[in-house]
């Protein structure tokens, strides 16, 4: 198997990034016709997703409660969570089936699956009743092709594009908040992870672009922007630019609240501590993956920083940024791992006392160097493992959202609980969710609520008017 080492990504840094405005009006063809989306994997999936629905509502389609109203399907796919591809495949059989039942249905694959060359020659022999297929850096393509004459698939995946799409349209999920793309790609190249490979080199949007695209979030009575990338504080690397400095730009549009995800730790500059401790709209919440607490797993992860590292950068966010909450993600039962390496782990938690985290079992993903690493863990002991580590995390989220009982704190409030009609939930500036005992009127503002239960994973309160 080829795999890129690290000399691809100084290389694939010396390339130009090209500046793509789309200015495309398409007619409504398919009026009367329904669309099913289904969206796997992390929020750039999401909000990639958010494209899609958008180009096909713009073609005539509308949204499909039940697949089987449907005329065409998208799976938008995920290549980093393990049994995705089982999942997906799943999926197909449900569609093939339906394909064979109804008259002109479409099937369409998108995302980071199909940047991956042996998926794409299993769609094209196993799967071949697939009709579109499109990769992570060309969506915009997807009318195109939904407007040619499909007798014969479509396959049309640019990999690792120089190319920055501007002027893409939305169709949010959200009226409330919105994902707003700074960053393209990643050149990491964490061992363990596929990103670099599916979603090409590092790319940063223009600056009065993202700049502009938030004012007009505010101006539609947007309330919260999520800045994402793949790893925002590479921002600007490419094109001379910071993301502190876009950070400033965000924060004084006039948006009421911005955050952003996610930080790699190697490259979080004391600039964007100062931006953040600044500007009292961005809010005090920073995800900063640690993923090990040993610096023999670090390496071998290529990951960039130790231990001790990430203690200091810690320690000055927690002085810096008044109230700030810190969450991370954290790999156990990496290829290597020792009791001893599991144990540092523990103690950087125990050190931090991260607000949450994601927690995963390593899982080789193929394409990446660490699927060829020897992982002599057995399960059992990776879940033992995750298991302790869990009660751990849970213990400091607890104990963190318990500091907050009794104050009253700032909600955005997003919507209806899933639990209970009648209570609302929304997010503090920690990005701490809140239930609260209120009607749907208040959905859309910032409220002010008293704590009134903390739990792990939640806060209950009560709606201060
Ligand atoms: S920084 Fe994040 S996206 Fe990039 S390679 Fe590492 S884990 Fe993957």
Redesign the pocket.
């Known amino acids: 198997m080829h795999l890129p080492d690290l000399s691809i990504a100084k290389e694939r840094g010396k390339k130009e990034n090209k500046y793509i405005t789309l200015n495309e009006n398409y007619q409504k063809v398919f009026t009367g016709q329904k669309y099913f989306l289904r969206t796997y994997g992390c929020q750039m999936n999401v909000h990639d997703s958010e494209a899609i629905r958008s180009y096909l509502e713009v073609l005539g389609y509308s949204p499909a409660e039940d697949i089987n109203d449907a005329n065409i399907v998208v799976l938008n796919t995920c290549a980093i969570r393990e049994n995705a591809k089982d999942k997906v495949v799943g999926f197909l059989g449900k569609c093939k089936y339906l394909k064979k039942m109804k008259d002109n249905f479409k099937i369409v694959l998108a995302g980071c699956m199909c940047e991956q060359p042996d998926f794409i020659k299993e769609v094209q022999t196993k799967y071949n009743y697939v009709d579109i297929v499109i990769g992570t850096h060309n969506i915009h393509d997807l009318p195109k092709l939904l407007l040619q004459d499909l007798d014969t698939q479509k396959i049309e995946v640019y990999s690792n594009s120089d190319e920055v799409i501007e002027g893409i349209k939305y169709k949010r999920d959200s009226e409330i908040t919105a994902w707003v793309n700074i960053q393209l790609g990643?050149d990491?190249?964490?061992t363990y992870?596929i990103?670099?490979y599916t979603r090409g080199r590092e790319r940063s949007r223009k600056k009065e672009s993202i700049i502009e695209e938030v004012k007009h979030l505010v101006n539609h009575g947007y309330k919260e922007v999520a800045l994402l990338g793949?790893?925002v504080n590479a921002y600007g690397k490419d094109i001379n630019e910071k993301f502190s400095d876009l950070l400033e730009g965000v924060a004084k549009t006039g948006i009421e609240r911005v955050r952003f995800v996610?930080s790699?730790p190697w490259n979080f500059t004391d600039e964007m501590i100062d931006v953040i401790s600044k500007y009292p709209n961005i809010m005090p919440y920073i995800h900063l993956p640690i993923q090990s607490g040993s610096d023999k797993i670090l390496k071998k992860m290529n990951r960039r920083y130790t231990k001790e590292e990430y203690l200091e950068l810690f320690s000055k966010m927690k002085e810096r940024i008044p109230n700030v909450a810190i969450t991370t993600d954290i790999i156990v039962g990496f290829p290597g791992e020792t009791e001893e390496d599991f144990e540092e782990t523990l103690d950087i938690v125990n050190k931090c006392q991260f607000d949450g985290a994601y927690t995963f079992v390593f899982s080789p993903r193929i394409g990446t160097p660490a699927s060829l690493m020897k992982d002599d863990t057995p399960i059992n002991i990776k879940e033992e493992r995750l298991h302790r580590l869990n009660e751990l995390v849970n213990k400091y989220s607890k104990l963190n959202n318990q500091k907050l009982l009794n104050k009253v704190v700032e909600v955005l409030v997003l919507g209806v609980s899933e639990k209970d009609n009648n209570k609302v939930y929304g997010y503090t500036d920690t990005m701490k969710l809140v239930n609260i005992k209120g009607s749907k009127e208040i959905i859309g503002s910032i409220i002010k609520v008293k704590i009134t239960d903390a739990k792990s994973f939640s806060l209950d309160g009560e709606y201060i008017k």
Do not use: E, L, S, Y
Request: glycine share 0%; charged share 10%.
């Open positions: 990643c990491k190249f964490c992870c990103v670099p793949q790893n996610t790699h």
